[in-house]
């Protein structure tokens, strides 16, 4: 059994930047800080993913917005 992460999680949206729609929600530790990195263009965001409603891959945006 893999060993479950401890620590400060949470919920963030992944939110497509074509068409604004949340189209995953994934879990981030908050000490990646994986929103300010996306801010100062260090973290691999935004990433491209399939978008369900735009039918196609497009780049995907972290939203903090889910919780
Ligand atoms: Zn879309």
Redesign the pocket.
């Known amino acids: 059994m893999a060993k479950k992460k401890k620590g400060p999680r949470q919920i963030a949206g992944l939110q ?6 949340f ?1 995953y929600v994934t879990e981030f530790n908050k000490n990646n800080d994986q929103l300010k990195k996306q801010a100062s263009g260090k973290s691999t965001f935004p990433i491209s993913k399939y ?6 891959h ?1 780049e ?1 945006k972290m939203m903090k917005k889910l919780k």
């Open positions: 497509c930047t074509v068409c604004k729609q189209g978008c369900k409603k735009c039918r196609k497009t995907h």
